[in-house]
């Protein structure tokens, strides 16, 4: 975990428009972001995406920021994910 990981933040919407304003604001503060249709969840998926070596207070705050950035557009931050680094 002491190596930069590609790692993977999803936020959900409630439509198309708002998904990219989230989307164009994480851009703004250096994230990788694109919107697509979630089939499952019937709602638009921000996939935001940042290379960072793990850290468990950056992810507890990246996690506080992403909750009220989805709630405050009607949406909700679901979780984040990586893949193994060696």
Known sequence: MSKPHKIKFFLYFPSHAVAEQAARELKAKGF?????????EGAWLCVASKKMV????????????????????GGR????????VK
């Open 32 to 40: 990788g972001a694109k919107v697509e249709r979630d089939p499952d």
């Open 77 to 84: 931050y679901d979780a984040w994910g990586t893949t193994v």
């Open 54 to 73: 793990p850290d468990l207070a950056i992810l507890s705050k990246l996690r506080r920021d992403f909750n009220e950035m989805a709630s405050s557009k």
